[in-house]
């Protein structure tokens, strides 16, 4: 079963940046649209960003102009590049195929921005 393991977050002030990386062992990661999600305290998870095997991307509204999700399909990695972070952007990030598949969800990585 395919796994995936997020990193990189961690606590940023305002205005800060942060990579987060996405790790799978599947080497059919590269035929897969994938897709970066979070979910602040409260709220429903949110798609925040995906990009098809063919490079076709795709950010929420909230999120446009700051983010940037790539990926190594030789490394079986994703990422997603985080700049101009605001205190709105706090929540658990998590990685998975899109439209996500739930026993796919890992155990995501917690932004926090706060000054």
């Known amino acids: 079963q395919v796994q995936f393991v997020e990193s990189g977050g961690g606590l940023v002030q305002p205005g800060g940046s942060l990579r987060l990386s996405c790790a799978t062992s599947r080497s059919m990661f590269s035929i897969y649209a994938l897709g970066w999600y979070r979910q602040a305290p409260g709220k429903q998870r949110e798609l925040v960003a995906s990009?098809?095997?063919?490079?076709?991307?795709n950010y929420a509204d909230s999120v446009k102009g700051r983010f940037t999700i790539s990926r190594d399909n030789a490394k079986n990695t994703m990422y997603l590049q985080m700049n101009s972070l605001r205190p709105e952007d706090t929540a658990v990030y998590y990685c998975n195929f899109e439209p996500a598949i739930r026993s796919y969800w890992g155990q995501g990585t917690q932004v926090t921005v706060s000054s």
């Open positions: 990009k098809t095997s063919g490079g076709r991307t």
